[in-house]
T-cell receptor, first 112, second 110 residues
Framework: DVKVTQSSRYLVKRTGEKVFLECVQD?????MFWYRQDPGLGLRLIYF???????EKGDIPEGYSVSREKKERFSLILESASTNQTSMYLC???????????FGQGTRLTVV | GEDVEQSLFLSVREGDSSVINCTYT??????LYWYKQEPGAGLQLLTY?????DMKQDQRLTVLLNKKDKHLSLRIADTQTGDSAIYFC??????????FGAGTTVTVRA
């Protein structure tokens, strides 16, 4: 089975802190994604990556950056966390040309 | 840009059929998906349909696609309490982006 693992289920951070959310997939997928999920808004794409060291902005990249140094790992970085970044963050991976995206369990981030 | 819309809530009696509707705007969509999210979990793919198909059936699930109206529906027959979840409609026109609706929270009552 494909496994997408997010390093934390719950995080609480202070405003202004630098926050790292880590995601690892074990199926050698080319494409990886970071979404945030908010009630009534569904999932919104923050960034995606189609290869090592490659990244593209999604619909809401402001306040975020990403890093993909190895194929299996895709990190989301909040340079200076703000309260409006309190949300559920979901990582996903997908084989290039494949039909199904596989999701991690999510990280619920609270910024206080 | 892409836009996917679906109603936010559905309440259904156990044993009845559930129908969740979705509309999308991107006429170049290649795949259309239904994902399920149970409490505290990530998203799980339920089923998907190619844009050149009208219908797909998989056990209790039936997906109908009206490409002309850009309308997608998911029917769950004999709805059970374990079907209570958030259901997301999504569409994809390329390899890199899935666009999701806001999600429909389905509540199954006894």
């Amino acid at each position: 089975d494909v496994k997408v693992t997010q390093s934390s289920r719950y995080l609480v951070k202070r405003t202004g802190e630098k926050v790292f959310l880590e995601c690892v997939q074990d199926m050698d997928h080319e494409n990886m994604f970071w979404y945030r999920q908010d009630p009534g808004l569904g999932l919104r794409l923050i960034y995606f990556s189609y290869d090592v060291k490659m990244k593209e902005k999604g619909d809401i990249p402001e306040g975020y950056s990403v890093s993909r140094e190895k194929k299996e790992r895709f990190s989301l970085i909040l340079e200076s966390a703000s309260t409006n970044q309190t949300s559920m963050y979901l990582c996903a991976s997908k084989r290039g040309g494949g039909t199904e995206a596989f999701f991690g369990q999510g990280t619920r981030l609270t910024v206080v | 840009g892409e836009d996917v819309e679906q109603s936010l809530f559905l309440s259904v009696r156990e044993g009845d059929s559930s129908v969740i509707n979705c509309t999308y705007t991107d006429s170049s969509s290649t795949y259309l998906y239904w994902y399920k999210q149970e409490p505290g979990a990530g998203l799980q793919l339920l089923t998907y349909i190619f844009s050149n198909m009208d219908m797909k059936q998989d056990q209790r699930l039936t997906v109908l696609l009206n490409k002309k109206d850009k309308h997608l529906s998911l029917r769950i027959a004999d709805t059970q309490t374990g079907d209570s979840a958030i259901y997301f409609c999504a569409e994809s026109a390329n390899d890199y982006k899935l666009s999701f609706g806001a999600g429909t929270t389905v509540t199954v009552r006894a």
